[in-house]
């Protein structure tokens, strides 16, 4: 008879509504015990999902890892887009054209109250949040051409990065906040670029292939993900940084919008089927994909939130 071994032991006083939540936080107990790295399960994503009916809804919605339990942040009859978490949890910023122009917004998610960050003539786009949850990049068109921007969210104190007639775009911070990673078409095609917050001259970071754009940065640095085109292809692929290698992750013809999980195991993207988006995760290494519960309307742009803040 084979002996049975308790793997680990936990109280856990759990009430009805909370029984998901405490599922999720279980399986981070064991994911943690079994691999020695921390679970994300307990974590949340969100993403824009488009209505269709008499009159197109679009939707900022914010679910469990999984895709249930989805509660709506805001419902507009114009698009919505570009979804950033804080590093905090607390909030989203999120491209709105309610105005029948685009603007950036930050929403508080537990009291719904929002605010608008930028609201300048042109393009405000692709919000972006510091790891100090103190300052947003982002794209504007004011002054001309399409740049990479910082804003410090307090005093909104605006500081450009990048000055080019090409279109900089889709920026994300990297080293710690100390530099910023963005898709830029000033080589021809679009290719990942890297400049240092204080300023400077930016880097070509991709070259393999002509397509390589939508950065998400794994938690430790180390890798990149992005959409990377071959042969009119757009794939999920995974870059290390320090060895210049690229993997590509999903073997479908349309993905787009990769996200990392705060442990940097797992990548969630959006994939097209039909005319509708849906959502996928996908392994680092690229072995175990699974998608996500099935849900109505056209799903866009996920971005995986951070981890929980400890009791």
């Known amino acids: 008879m084979l002996k049975q071994k308790q793997l680990l032991g936990y109280s856990l006083p759990v009430k009805k509504r ?29 993403y824009i999902r488009a209505q269709t009916g008499e009159a197109r809804k679009y939707i900022l919605q914010v679910a469990d890892t999984d895709g249930f339990n989805a509660q709506t942040v805001l419902e507009s009859d114009e698009p919505l887009m570009s979804p950033s978490w804080s590093p905090d949890g607390q909030s989203l ?28 003539k042109g393009i405000n786009g692709a919000p972006s949040w510091s790891p100090d949850g103190k300052h947003l990049a982002l794209v504007l068109s004011k002054d001309g051409s399409a740049d990479i921007y910082v804003m410090n969210t307090v005093s909104k104190r605006l500081r450009r990065l990048t000055k080019h007639r090409g279109i900089d775009t889709e920026p994300v911070w990297s080293d710690g906040g100390k530099s910023i990673i963005f898709t830029s078409d000033r080589s021809g095609s679009p290719q990942l670029y890297e400049i240092p917050v204080t300023g400077g001259k930016p880097k070509r970071i991709t070259f393999e292939g002509r397509y390589n754009s939508a950065a998400s940065i794994s938690p430790d640095g ?32 349309l993905d787009e ?55």
């Open 93 to 120: 910023a999120y491209v709105s054209f309610e105005n029948q122009r685009p603007e950036i917004f930050i929403q508080h998610l537990a009291s719904a109250k929002r605010s608008k960050i930028s609201g300048f």
């Open 222 to 253: 180390k890798y990149i993900a992005m959409v990377h085109a071959e042969r009119g292809q757009y794939k999920i692929a995974q870059y290390e940084r320090e060895t210049g290698n690229l993997t590509v992750l999903t073997d479908s013809a």
């Open 18 to 46: 909370k029984f998901r939540s405490a599922a999720h936080e279980i399986s981070d107990l064991i994911y943690e015990h079994i691999t020695g790295i921390r679970g994300a399960f307990n974590t949340r994503i969100a």
């Open 257 to 311: 919008s990769p996200s990392f999980s705060p442990n940097g195991k797992m990548v969630l993207y959006a994939s097209t089927r039909g005319n509708n988006g849906v959502l996928y995760a996908v392994s680092v290494d690229g072995r175990a994909k699974h998608r996500l519960s099935d849900q109505s309307g056209d799903i866009r742009e996920p971005v995986w939130g951070p981890y929980k803040r400890k009791r």
